[in-house]
């Protein structure tokens, strides 16, 4: 009985020669495997424009005017005083949030925060239909209704949504 021995060696470009040797006297035998040639597909050109196409101008982005404050700083004192005793609270806590989210402007707005109190949409639709008040999101410039729902978010002690402006 004769033993075989087999060994492959790979030539590159997919080439790969084996080379078989057993021990019966004198047998060497090499294969030389080669791939299957595949099908070329031929690639058609694609066909150039007659003309070269004029560029349409973007339009200019006509910039929003700054919104106005809906009440002056007199009557944002004044709803804070109110609101912070009807819930309790502490005025000078809501007046220190205002300042530290808004700089007191009602109309501020900050991408999806708006409002005094920087209130984003979800959080505002909470808190509102909480009270049972409008939740609608457009309300967040109202400087009234804005202090009135800081000032209930303050009497549930819920300040966790101004991270760095809530007073403690």
Known sequence: MFASLMI???LGTGVFLVITRTNAPRVLAEHI???TPTPTTR????LQPTSTPTPTPLPTPTPLPTPTPSASSQQINEFIERFSAQYGVDPNKVRFTAICESGF???ATNGLYAGLFQFDPRTWQTYRNRMGKDASVALRANAEEAVQTAAYVYSINATGIWPHCAAH
């Open 105 to 107: 402007n009602p109309g």
């Open 43 to 46: 690639v058609t050109p694609a």
């Open 8 to 10: 492959g060696i790979a």
């Open 33 to 35: 495997v080669r791939p």
